[in-house]
């Protein structure tokens, strides 16, 4: 994994135009988990619409199955390894424009908890969900 920071997590390379500070993260959980469903499903991606219920939660998809448009915003990739330090592929993390609009002055982490979250995300046969932390860009 590259881009790495304090408190177990993984950083990001930037994808929006003119920034060189990474605006989404993985923790330690979401990136055991990622190679995880890795394994399963093959390369894969995130997209949070924003909208209600499991909608604002971060969707985990295999790449390329969830079609992103102008109506969507890349704000990050990851370059993902396994367990032996192996290179499995890029993650990329998608959101919805009129949802980053509200989220633009945060850095997000995806991180994992116990619990059912949507059935159309590919984590919710395991009995765990993604969920976003947020906290203030400096």
Not at 24 to 33: G, H, P, Q, T
Not at 106 to 114: A, E, I, K, S
């Amino acid at each position: 994994m590259t881009f790495e920071a304090g408190a177990g997590r993984v950083e990001s390379r930037p994808r929006l135009d003119g920034e060189s500070r990474s605006r989404v993260a993985l923790s330690a959980a979401a990136v055991d988990l990622l190679r995880q469903l890795w394994d399963v499903h093959g390369p894969l991606m995130f997209h949070q619409s924003g909208g209600c219920c499991d909608g604002s939660s971060p969707m985990c998809f295999p790449a390329g199955d969830f079609k992103t448009g102008a109506a969507d915003v890349l704000l990050g990739t990851f370059d993902l390894t396994g367990r032996e330090g192996e290179a499995l592929g890029e993650l990329d993390f998608w959101m919805s424009a009129e949802q980053f609009a509200y989220w633009k002055h945060t850095h997000l982490t995806v991180d994992v908890v116990q619990g059912r979250g949507s059935g159309f995300s590919v984590e919710a046969p395991e009995g765990k969900r993604f969920l976003i932390r947020s906290e203030l860009l400096e």
